[in-house]
């Protein structure tokens, strides 16, 4: 079966202090990796997609990565706006569905 | 990306009653996808809402409490049928092809008295 978890389950951080957040999968082949950001009263926001092991992409001031094992989203000089919800999801073999993990809370602190 | 709007934002209803959520598309979409999040909770898969087939359900979801309609390439609706205070949640439409992101609308916010 198809499990995604992430950790920390809730982070605080200081505005400018930098951190990485980490999804570990466990999924029968890859189809892709996806992170997603999710406010308060909204739905989730599609932040990056990561195919292989080794890809990274970057977007302002978070980057995320992927190992054969797990991924990371890292977020450099964080400000309070990046506060959020950072969902992550895999996509498994030939399959359509997302099975998706539990989140981290991030906030950030002004 | 796929612009996906949501009717109602949110409702209240009574017990016993079903209430039907649409899910509107701006552009032609293979794939949508129903979900549930319950509060501080992350997302659930339903159904897989498939244009001129049946639904395809997860374990747990049966037709009969969540049925879905999918007439074309851009909508679908998802019922939720005799509501308990346990169907309080929050539904979520996507849409996507297999190997690119999902997009998500904002949801409906569903509260059973």
């Known amino acids: 079966e198809d499990q995604v978890t992430q950790s920390p389950e809730a982070l605080r951080l200081q505005e400018g202090e930098s951190s990485s957040l980490n999804c570990s999968y466990t999924v029968s082949g890859l189809r892709g990796l996806f992170w997603y950001r999710q406010d308060p009263g909204k739905g989730p926001e599609f932040l990056f997609t990561?195919?292989?092991a080794g890809e990274e992409k970057e977007k302002e001031r978070l980057k995320a990565t992927l190992t054969k094992k797990e991924s990371f989203l890292h977020i450099t000089a964080p400000k309070p706006e990046d506060s959020a919800t950072y969902l992550c999801?895999?996509?498994?073999?030939?399959?359509?569905?997302?099975?998706f993990g539990p989140g981290t809370r991030l906030s950030v602190l002004p | 990306s796929a612009v996906i709007s949501q009717k109602p934002s949110r409702d209240i209803c009574q017990r016993g009653t079903s209430l039907t959520i649409q899910c509107q598309v701006d552009s032609q979409v293979t794939m949508m996808f129903w979900y549930r999040q319950q509060p501080g909770q992350s997302l659930t898969l339903i159904a897989t809402?498939?244009?001129?087939?049946?639904?395809?359900?997860e374990s747990g979801f049966v037709i009969d409490k969540f049925p879905i309609s999918r007439p074309n390439l851009t909508f679908s609706t998802l019922t939720v049928s005799n509501m308990s205070p346990e169907d309080s949640s929050i539904y979520l439409c996507?849409?996507?092809?297999?190997?690119?992101?999902?997009?998500f609308g904002d949801g409906t916010r569903l509260s059973i008295l």
């Open positions: 809402a498939n244009q001129g087939s049946e639904a395809t359900y």
């Open positions: 999801a895999v996509q498994a073999g030939d399959g359509q569905n997302f099975v």
């Open positions: 990561l195919y292989s």
């Open positions: 996507s849409a996507g092809t297999g190997g690119e992101p999902q997009h």
